[in-house]
């Protein structure tokens, strides 16, 4: 099991940078062996996919919309994982969503069990 809390959302301008933070609470199986990722989701649509790094090597792949401005990482020793956001846009302006699952990642949203509650980023023009 393993309990996601996010934070470092808020308003921002267009071109500005934020960073998320997910920390992970886990119980049984170890940290590193969670593939976490986070999609976002705006008014009137559906999830999609920005970021996932895997399990053990922390290869990230990235959703084409925010591919070359964020990044993701993880720090496997605090159980956090970050997406670094850079060169935001309106479009960027969505409720976004720390995830995780055990094994291989994933861009499919439907393949992750785990949630957290969601962390809210806007971005004026």
């Known amino acids: 099991q393993v309990q996601l809390v996010e934070s470092g959302g808020g308003l921002v301008q267009a071109g500005d940078s934020l960073r998320l933070s997910c920390a992970a609470k886990?119980?049984?199986?170890?940290?590193?062996?969670?593939?976490m990722g986070w999609f976002r989701q705006a008014p009137g649509e559906g999830r999609e996919f920005v970021a996932v790094?895997?399990?053990?090597?922390?290869?990230?792949v990235y959703g084409d919309s925010v591919k070359d401005r964020f990044t993701i990482s993880r720090d496997n020793f605090k159980n956090i994982v970050y997406l670094q956001m850079n060169t935001l846009a309106p479009t960027d302006t969505a409720v976004y969503y720390c995830?995780?699952?055990?094994?291989?990642?994933?861009?499919?949203?439907?393949?992750?069990?785990?949630w957290g509650q969601g962390t809210q980023v806007t971005v004026s023009s």
């Open positions: 995830v995780a699952k055990i094994g291989l990642s994933s861009p499919n949203f439907a393949d992750y069990k785990f």
């Open positions: 886990v119980t049984g199986v170890t940290f590193t062996n969670y593939a």
């Open positions: 790094v895997s399990q053990r090597t922390g290869r990230p």
